[in-house]
């Protein structure tokens, strides 16, 4: 268990969460194969969303030997349930009990394996999150904000097949309806709380307190994206970013 929270909030720690490169390439398809992903991810360090992020960990964990499978889950933010299921996760059996290992779930990305059992747990950021049961196939993760539990998304444990995640992949690439296609996400887990960026507006939430700073032009981008987050992209990338996400905004 200890390994398993140390991978995970290593990871959140060294890598974003982002969707730069679908913006950056007009919708192209991210390749989700491993030395692809291995490439983009470590490598190049130009990070990714949740099915990169989730794909390259999860290929991880069958490589350390853990028994670990991947199912999808649906965005909830707090809301009813008819929505696509566009979330990745990895669900790993550890001395007979489950937890969710997820690292590409954007600002709440929970920092800590959560249980299936209901059980409380606060990860190394402070962040608590629980799983609470919805019925006999139904789950759903939900974290506490102030004094309320605040739902991010509903998973069941049926079989999925590769040709799913490839459908939910291609649909987050490329729809109109999703987020990534039509504004800026970045998001980095830290030891205080979280950074993130949401269209042109770097937010940190760090001991409990948000500030929010407004990027103004190219360069106040270029400087955050250097010096807060561990991401590589070039000026005229950043540049061309930049001019995407105004027209977006």
């Known amino acids: 268990?200890?390994?398993?929270?140390?991978?995970?909030?290593?990871?959140?720690?060294?890598?974003?969460?982002?969707?730069?490169?679908?913006?950056?390439?007009?919708?192209?398809?991210?390749r989700l194969?491993?030395?692809?992903?291995?490439?983009?991810?470590?490598?190049r360090?130009?990070?990714?969303?949740?099915?990169?992020?989730?794909q390259y960990f999860f290929n991880l964990l069958k490589d350390k030997g853990y028994d670990v499978n991947r199912y999808l889950g649906r965005v909830v933010y707090g809301g009813g349930n008819d929505v696509p299921r566009t979330h990745q996760i990895s669900i790993v059996n550890l001395g007979g009990e489950k937890f969710v290992a997820d690292v590409g779930f954007g600002p709440?990305?929970?920092?800590?394996s959560v249980p299936l059992s209901g059980s409380l747990v606060r990860?190394?950021?402070?962040?608590q999150y629980r799983i609470i049961k919805l019925d006999d196939h139904s789950f759903q993760l939900e974290t506490l904000r102030e004094k309320d539990f605040f739902s991010l998304y509903q998973f069941d444990l049926a079989t999925y097949v590769a040709a799913d995640f490839k459908i939910s992949n291609y649909y987050t690439n490329t729809h109109d309806d999703s987020k990534f296609t039509s504004s800026l996400t970045l998001s980095q887990l830290d030891k205080r709380g979280v950074k993130f960026i949401n269209n042109l507006l770097f937010s940190?939430?760090?001991?409990?307190?948000?500030k929010d700073i407004s990027l103004k032009?190219?360069?106040?981008?270029?400087?955050?994206?250097?010096?807060?987050?561990?991401?590589?992209?070039?000026?005229?990338?950043?540049?061309?970013?930049y001019s995407i996400v105004q027209k977006l905004s």
């Open 45 to 54: 360090k130009r990070g990714g969303y949740c099915f990169e992020n989730n």
């Open 1 to 30: 268990m200890n390994e398993l929270n140390e991978l995970i909030a290593s990871f959140l720690q060294q890598y974003t969460f982002n969707n730069i490169d679908i913006l950056l390439s007009h919708r192209k398809i991210l």
């Open 204 to 210: 940190t939430i760090f001991d409990g307190v948000r």
């Open 123 to 127: 990860a190394f950021n402070g962040n």
């Open 217 to 241: 032009e190219s360069e106040d981008l270029r400087r955050v994206l250097k010096d807060d987050f561990s991401v590589s992209y070039t000026e005229d990338e950043i540049e061309k970013l």
């Open 33 to 43: 194969d491993k030395d692809s992903l291995i490439d983009k991810l470590i490598t």
């Open 108 to 112: 709440y990305t929970p920092g800590i």
